[in-house]
Structure formats: structure tokens, C-alpha cells
């Protein structure tokens, strides 16, 4: 038969290395210096990141609330000039601009200037 052997043992690996969070007496100076550089400048990164998500999110919403107050427009113009509205002036794919054109229609029709 025979045993196998388990391999070197993890005595010396449990010694060995960093502690993270460790005191500053486990780290010299030289040590210290990029690693804060690569941390400062990965935090930089991560704010850049997430100003442009956000960024993003509120041009979203922006967008969706000028697309809900003209929707909104339209069917009280709509129901004013006794016009059916058409099924497409609903879909969150109508570009605003046609949202925007068709409420002028429905103004220009109700003899509304502005």
C-alpha cells in the first residue's frame, strides 16, 4: 500500500505575505507610495464611472418626463378636437420630436398659438 503524501504543508504560507488592514510596520515606505497612487487612482476612475451612469440615468429620465408631459398634452388636445390618437404616439419608441410635431397638429387644429 502506501500513504500519499499531503503535499509541503501550509505552515510556512500561514506566516508568509500581508495582512491586509495590517499596521503600518508590515509595509515600508516605498511600498505604501504606488499602492495609494493605484488606490487614489482607481477611486477617480470609479467616480468618473459613475457620473456618467448617472449622468445617463437622469437624461433617461429627463427624456421620459418631457415624452409623459407630452403625451399628456396630447390627449387632453386630442379629446378637445374630438381626434383619435394614433396607437403609435404611446410606444416609448416615438421619438419626442414626433410627439412634439403631433401636438403642434392638434394646437394649430384647436386654433391654439404660441
Given at each position: 500500500?502506501g500513504?500519499?503524501g499531503?503535499?509541503g ?5 500561514a506566516?508568509?505575505?500581508r495582512?491586509?488592514?495590517g ?6 515606505r516605498?511600498?505604501t ?7 487614489a487612482?482607481?477611486m477617480a ?8 451612469l448617472q449622468g445617463?440615468a437622469?437624461?433617461?429620465l429627463?427624456?421620459n418626463?418631457?415624452?409623459e408631459?407630452?403625451?399628456g398634452k396630447i390627449h387632453e388636445?386630442a ?16 421619438p419626442i420630436s ?7 397638429h ?7 398659438t404660441?
Amino acid at each position: 500500500g502506501g500513504g500519499g503524501g499531503g503535499g509541503g504543508g501550509g505552515a510556512p504560507a500561514a506566516g508568509s505575505g500581508r495582512v491586509l488592514g495590517g499596521g503600518d510596520e508590515a509595509f515600508t515606505r516605498e511600498d505604501t507610495d504606488p499602492r495609494e497612487k493605484a488606490a487614489a487612482a482607481a477611486m477617480a476612475r470609479q467616480k468618473q464611472g459613475a457620473g456618467g451612469l448617472q449622468g445617463d440615468a437622469s437624461l433617461r429620465l429627463a427624456e421620459n418626463r418631457q415624452r409623459e408631459e407630452l403625451v399628456g398634452k396630447i390627449h387632453e388636445l386630442a379629446h378637445r378636437a374630438k381626434e383619435e390618437i394614433p396607437l403609435g404616439i404611446r410606444s416609448k419608441e416615438t421619438p419626442i420630436s414626433r410627439l412634439v410635431s403631433y401636438k403642434q397638429h392638434l394646437e394649430a387644429k384647436l386654433g391654439i398659438t404660441r
